[in-house]
């Protein structure tokens, strides 16, 4: 078991341009998160799924936002024409879906710097 | 508005101090409080998943309390060493089908040798 990896771990863009980050959850687990942190803040979330459904999103995921999961596995966050504002710490957690408020388990994060 | 908030922001102390934080939350509609240690340049990782009111957890020099009635719960640090230098995030799951976390600001924690 390899925990939970994200790519890239940091990635610098211009204003404008598309980014795509990409998130592989620990094999077992069937829910997956994406949160996003700014200096100063805590994680807050963004959106969530389960196997394969994106069952939640934040009104903070505006519709530049889009993530997906496909078949279940890895998942994808994609940020289109992006904002200095998108700047942040981007982090995805996995766990298990026992039904339970199990922990969640944390990739590394992908740091983006929008200039 | 569901808000967390942990005091102190931040914390310096010397090797073998002992140290305490605290995370508060509205009590209503409680399910479970997560905390979880951040190091700089990894990746956050839980220390506790707390559900009970009264509930007390530990791991090794680390312990954690609950107060649900309340709204608090206390991270302790017995004789800190300077590996335990990093950010403590403090999260609250109130429930539902996506079991969602709502995190504090967190203490960042230095400790000097």
Redesign the interface.
């Known amino acids: 078991d390899t925990?939970?990896s994200q790519d890239p771990r940091h990635k610098i863009t211009k204003r404008g341009q598309n980014v795509t980050f990409r998130c592989d959850p620990i094999s077992e687990h069937n829910?997956l998160?994406w949160?996003r942190q700014t200096l100063?803040?805590?994680?807050?979330?963004l959106t969530?799924f389960?196997n394969e459904a994106q069952?939640?999103k934040s009104r903070l995921l505006s519709d530049r936002f889009s993530a997906e999961r496909p078949k279940g596995s890895f998942s994808t966050l994609e940020i289109q024409r992006t904002e200095q504002g998108d700047s942040a710490m981007y982090?995805c957690a996995s766990?298990a879906g026992t039904g339970g408020?199990?922990?969640?388990?944390?990739?590394?994060?992908s740091r983006l710097t929008v200039l | 508005i569901l808000n967390v908030e942990q005091s102190p922001q931040s914390l310096h102390v010397q090797e073998g101090d002992s140290t305490n934080f605290t995370c508060s939350f509205p009590s209503s509609n409680f399910y479970a409080l997560h905390w979880y240690r951040w190091e700089t340049a990894k990746s956050p990782e839980a220390l506790f998943v707390m559900t009970l009111n009264g509930d007390e957890k530990k791991k090794g020099r680390i312990s954690a309390t609950l107060n649900t009635k309340e709204g608090y719960s206390y991270l302790y640090i017995k004789g800190s060493q300077p590996e335990d230098s990093a950010t403590y995030l403090c999260a609250l799951n109130y429930g539902g089908a996506t079991n969602k976390l709502i995190f504090g600001t967190g203490t960042l924690l230095a400790v000097q040798p």
């Open positions: 925990g939970v829910r998160y949160y100063g803040q805590g994680p807050e979330f969530y389960q069952l939640e982090l766990s408020p199990g922990e969640l388990f944390f990739g590394e994060g």
